[in-house]
Nanobody, 123 residues
Framework: VQLQAFGGGFVQVGDSLRLSCAASGGTFRTYHMGWFRQAPGKEREFVSRIDRSGGSTYYIDSVKGRFTISRDNAKNTVYLQMNNLKPDDTAVYYC?????????????????WGQGTLVTVSS
């Protein structure tokens, strides 16, 4: 499956953004989907994931209560709604797909990556 992420931008502290990741060329509903981010000079970090049906989600503590992951299997798209953005959220955000639930947390086990979209939060 090919993934294309978009929706990043330059925002101020406290602003919101919604990232989208559109999938093509595969059976989207069979994939667990996730979002990772990579800040300058840091390793790629898992942020959130959603299961195949959209019924189960998980977030790292630093984004819990601010970010919401969702998916629309009819549109082959996964979203990341980001509210109350902070400077520490500045990073390139990548969507990811895996066929095994446990694999979506580990960048080395992710099967497919989107190209990344830059989010910059200015104070």
């Amino acid at each position: 499956v090919q993934l294309q992420a978009f929706g990043g931008g330059f925002v101020q502290v406290g602003d919101s953004l919604r990232l989208s990741c559109a999938a093509s060329g595969g059976t989207f509903r069979t994939y667990h989907m996730g979002w990772f981010r990579q800040a300058p000079g840091k390793e790629r970090e898992f942020v959130s994931r959603i299961d195949r049906s959209g019924g189960s989600t998980y977030y790292i503590d630093s984004v819990k209560g601010r970010f919401t992951i969702s998916r629309d299997n009819a549109k082959n798209t996964v979203y990341l709604q980001m509210n109350n953005l902070k400077p520490d959220d500045t990073a390139v955000y990548y969507c990811a797909a895996a066929t095994i639930a446990s694999a979506i947390y580990n960048p080395e086990q992710v099967l497919h990556w989107g190209q990344g979209t830059l989010v910059t939060v200015s104070s």
